[in-house]
């Protein structure tokens, strides 16, 4: 299948500023994507999603950003805290395609708050 | 209220063995997957089970087989354990097939 992927594996950020996350896919026919958080020794924690007729959702401090055109996929966190440190994985789903890569995870971004 | 779950935590296990990881969810979805995470954290989707409808992604070795005994279950069954099989496997559930994902907690794998 093709790739979603990311284009910094790692991120450092001053705590209380803001951090940008992207990812590129590859795949026009997704029409699903979602962040997900992972801390160490967990599982993967849904963040926010966004479905391809639009362009931008925001959560409590968080904001997706979906570009099309180019296929790229943006995870903005306001006022990033400790807590923010993990890794964030983008995915997207190829929609009615099916099978068992309806969920296809880029390679994750590490995202550090430096105190 | 753990709404993925997933026992056990750690699995160490000698190369050959047969080992089974369990998964639980009460979240009332109706389909469940399994992913395996690598050492460099990449994530991959090894199965989904939809409706008795189970869906292998091809690339997945026979030796591991899902077993879903009912809607709220699905165990990964693994035969003659390879060191490569070492890894953090991550059961999920979805309210339908292609709808957000919830993980659980994971299980850490270690062949030896």
């Known amino acids: 299948g093709e790739n979603v992927g990311l284009h910094l594996p790692t991120l450092s950020v001053q705590e209380g500023d803001n951090s940008i996350i992207n990812c590129a896919y590859s795949?026009?026919?997704?029409?699903?994507f979602i962040w997900y958080k992972q801390e160490s020794g967990k599982g993967p924690q849904f963040i926010i999603d966004?479905?391809?007729?639009?362009d931008k959702r925001q959560g409590q401090r968080v904001t997706v950003l979906l570009n099309k055109t180019v296929k790229h996929l943006s995870l903005q966190i306001a006022a990033t805290q400790p807590g923010d440190s993990a890794v964030y994985f983008c995915a997207e789903n190829m929609g009615s395609g099916g099978g068992a890569d309806g969920l296809t995870f880029g390679k994750g971004t590490h995202l550090i708050i430096q105190p | 209220d753990t709404a993925v779950s997933q026992t056990p935590k750690y699995l160490v296990t000698q190369m050959g063995n047969d080992k089974s990881i369990k998964c639980e969810q009460n979240?009332?979805?109706?389909?469940m997957y399994w992913y395996k995470q690598d050492s460099k954290k990449f994530l991959k989707i090894m199965f989904s089970?939809?409706?008795?409808?189970?869906?292998i992604n091809e690339t997945v070795p026979n030796r591991f087989s899902p077993k879903s005994p009912d809607k709220a279950h699905l165990n990964l069954h693994i035969n003659s354990l390879e060191l490569g099989d070492s890894a953090v496997y991550f059961c999920?559930?979805?309210?339908?097939?292609?709808?957000?994902?919830?993980f659980g907690p994971g299980t850490r794998l270690l062949v030896l």
């Open positions: 999920a559930s979805s309210p339908r097939f292609e709808e957000t994902q919830y």
């Open positions: 089970y939809n409706n008795k409808e189970l869906i």
């Open positions: 795949n026009s026919a997704s029409d699903y």
């Open positions: 966004i479905r391809s007729n639009m």
């Open positions: 979240l009332g979805h109706d389909t």
